[in-house]
């Protein structure tokens, strides 16, 4: 396959600038200005477009094994190809939870569920056994076994002396600790962020001091332990000064947003009720303008969906009863546009890609000679969200029916066209 006519984003290696990239098996061999196609090989026009390192999400929910009700491994990988992922992590709040060496390796071997996984699929396993907080694992075996990274996401592991033991088990592995990080005591009951519009509402709120107080008990642990360590779906201003406090004092520490806490407010819950549930809630517009500039400063180090997909009947009814999370592996790139349109497209990228293959020691992230042909193919083009017509079986975003200003034209896997056209 020749690619050609694009412009190549590539921020590993500092390119911005209109050049062809020729794919041969799962490797990228040449990149060049004006390549001469061969006699058979395949040519896709990016005349218009930007071309990528394929884009990869480190925080989607797969649901198998357990709940294929809500998503497959088969109709969520093809959603991120969809929305120009080559790959995702997947989060181990599975039944069973993915705390077994033998269940993560073959998760990872795309031996769960119906079908093969459409994108490449890295696991992450739990860090205690059933995600009860309690018992330690064999780290070692479950990074042996595929696991990229370490997270009880969904729960949080309320004893430090866990934790902390945890930590000192698995500091020499490179996969880093993913911090859930709400105060399960303090969340207790709540329903949305706690604020103006949870008073107007009569419903319980969630004060950001749930985020803030784990997060800094979670980086104290990281700067004592020395392991490295991920504060997953960052909501508050809070969180984020932390974040740079504990990098100035030398802590090993990443971090992650989302669209919907860049572009969304708590506001969304009076009109979309149930619908605008998420955990982290959608916090002030102070809160999200504090995302916005993390992202411009370089706090924020990726881009993550958080995709948490749900049935409709869990997304429809009100707010106490409904479901956490949306849909978010189908919009992500014209949604980050949408809250973020200043934001150059070399640190687009990086979030998306370079940045995530650094941080979770995955391959892509890159289009230099002889990297994994990953690629993906966006444009600057306005489309409407339908949820009615996504591939994931979760359909519930607040996003829905909006118009996005930007839009994946193609996704490449390993050199295979996944989702596009030549």
């Known amino acids: 396959m020749l690619i050609t006519g694009g412009r190549l984003i ?5 390119i911005d600038a209109m050049l062809d990239v020729r794919l041969h098996g799962e490797v990228v061999t040449e990149v060049g200005e004006h390549i001469v196609a061969r006699p058979d090989e395949e040519i896709f026009d990016a005349t218009g477009a930007y071309v990528a390192p394929g884009f990869i999400d480190p925080h989607v929910h797969l649901r198998e094994p357990g709940f294929p009700e809500k998503e497959t491994i088969a109709t969520g990988t093809l959603a991120a190809a969809r929305g120009g992922f080559t790959a995702v992590a997947c989060m181990p709040n599975t039944n069973p939870a993915l ?3 033998n269940l993560l390796a073959k998760l990872a071997a795309g031996e769960i569920g119906d079908g093969q996984p459409r994108c490449r699929l890295y696991p992450i396993a739990a860090i205690t ?3 009860r907080g309690e018992s330690l694992l064999d780290y070692g075996a479950l990074s042996r076994a595929g696991a990229v990274a370490f997270s009880d996401d969904g729960s949080t592991i309320m004893n430090a ?5 945890a930590a000192l088990a698995a500091r020499d592995l490179a996969a880093p ?4 990080a709400e105060d399960e005591h303090l969340a207790a009951g709540t329903v949305m962020n706690a604020g103006p519009v949870a008073e107007a509402l009569g419903l319980a709120g969630a004060s950001p001091l749930c985020e803030d107080i784990i997060v800094a008990r979670d980086l104290l642990i990281a700067r004592q332990t020395g392991k490295s360590w991920h504060i997953a779906h960052c909501s508050t201003a809070g969180a984020l000064e932390l974040i740079r406090f504990a990098r100035s004092i030398g802590t090993t520490a990443s971090c992650e947003v989302t669209p919907h806490h860049l572009f969304f407010t708590d506001e969304a819950v009076r009109t979309l009720g149930g619908r605008a549930k998420v955990n982290p809630p959608l916090r002030s517009a102070m809160d999200a303008r504090a995302l916005r500039d993390a992202v411009r400063a370089g706090t924020i180090d990726c881009f ?3 995709h948490a997909p749900h049935t409709a009947a869990e997304k429809s009814v009100e707010i106490r009863s409904a479901a956490v999370g949306f849909s978010g592996l189908e919009i992500a790139v014209g949604a980050y546009a949408l809250a973020l349109p200043d934001l150059p497209l070399p640190r687009f990228v990086e979030l998306l890609s370079t940045n995530p293959a650094r941080l979770f020691h995955l391959p892509g992230g890159t289009l230099a000679p002889g990297s994994a042909a990953d690629v993906t193919i966006f444009a600057d083009e306005q489309w409407r969200v339908d949820a009615a017509h996504f591939a994931s079986k979760g359909r519930s975003t607040p996003f829905d029916g909006m118009m996005l200003p930007r839009r994946v034209l193609a996704t490449f896997v390993a050199g295979r066209l996944i989702q596009g056209e030549a």
Not at 10 to 14: E, H, K, L
């Open 129 to 131: 056994l059933g995600r």
């Open 99 to 101: 705390d077994d060496p």
């Open 161 to 165: 002396r866990v934790l902390v033991d």
């Open 304 to 306: 993550a969906t958080d």
């Open 177 to 180: 600790f993913i911090s859930h």
């Open 10 to 14: 590539d921020p590993a290696r500092g």
